[in-house]
């Protein structure tokens, strides 16, 4: 059995959720990274800020003043605020809903004043006016947002929140399966109309091997250690 697998599953959950029976080095064959997505950081069109620099001043002139909706406690866009708050020594309030979409409607609402979203479902919303667009999450700036700055060009140094969705398979798959299976990624990769269509929703065609696919969740594992831990979100015992 194959599994389609979001980056949050093995690089942030394990971090969270009590008693989870998974074990990274262990339980899987790593086969390919497929597409990436990068988080956009999105304001209320009231809020007297621009760019992220002027967000920034604006938290710390106005210390615990700013909100920021998520999807729910330990989900992605959280932690990529927490790691903007631990990156800029700002404070803003957490307020956990239970899924992206009712949080966006507060933000554009003014009941919080910020969010991380996923740049395919923010398009719209942004493109409308309906809120204001200051960074994405990602090294680079997304092909479906090209006006908006990366955190990094914005100035925040080491700065790089990309998730993704790959392909993993049993411990105990065999070389040559995996082989047909990593050769079949890169022809489904490789499709001009795969291609355009990831990219209308805001997705990067990103095909990694699957050895670069574990190091990937590696490096993110201890990265989002580091960040629930100095955020007090910490796993259940």
């Known amino acids: 059995m194959l599994y389609f697998l979001a980056s949050p599953t093995l690089t942030i959950t394990p ?3 009590k008693g989870i029976q998974i074990d990274k080095d262990q339980d899987f064959r790593y086969l390919g990274n497929l597409v990436e997505y990068t988080n956009v950081l999105v304001v209320n069109n009231k809020l007297p800020v621009k760019n992220i620099s002027e967000l920034i001043a604006y938290a710390k002139a106005n210390p615990g003043a700013l909100s920021f909706g998520s999807a729910g406690v330990g989900s992605s866009n959280q932690l990529s605020a927490e790691l903007l708050k631990q990156r800029t020594g700002t404070q ?4 956990p809903y239970r899924g992206n979409a009712p949080a966006m409607i507060d933000v554009i609402g003014g009941k919080t004043s910020m969010m991380f979203d996923i740049t395919g479902t923010a398009i719209n919303y942004i493109n409308s006016g309906k809120v204001r667009a ?37 411990a105990k798959l065999d070389d040559a399966t995996a082989g047909q299976i990593e050769k079949a990624l890169k022809t489904v990769s490789d499709l001009p109309e795969y291609r355009k269509q990831m990219e209308k929703v805001g997705y990067t065609i990103s095909l990694r091997s699957g050895k670069q696919l574990k190091s990937r969740i590696d490096n993110e594992y201890r990265l989002w250690g580091e960040v629930t831990a100095k955020a007090g979100i910490q796993a259940a015992k």
């Open 15 to 17: 971090h969270i959720q």
């Open 92 to 95: 803003m309030l957490h307020v």
């Open 134 to 170: 200051l960074a994405v999450t990602s090294k680079e700036r997304n092909r479906a947002l090209p006006d908006v700055p990366s955190m990094s060009e914005a100035g925040i140094e080491d700065y790089d929140v990309t998730g993704w969705y790959g392909v993993v398979g049993p």
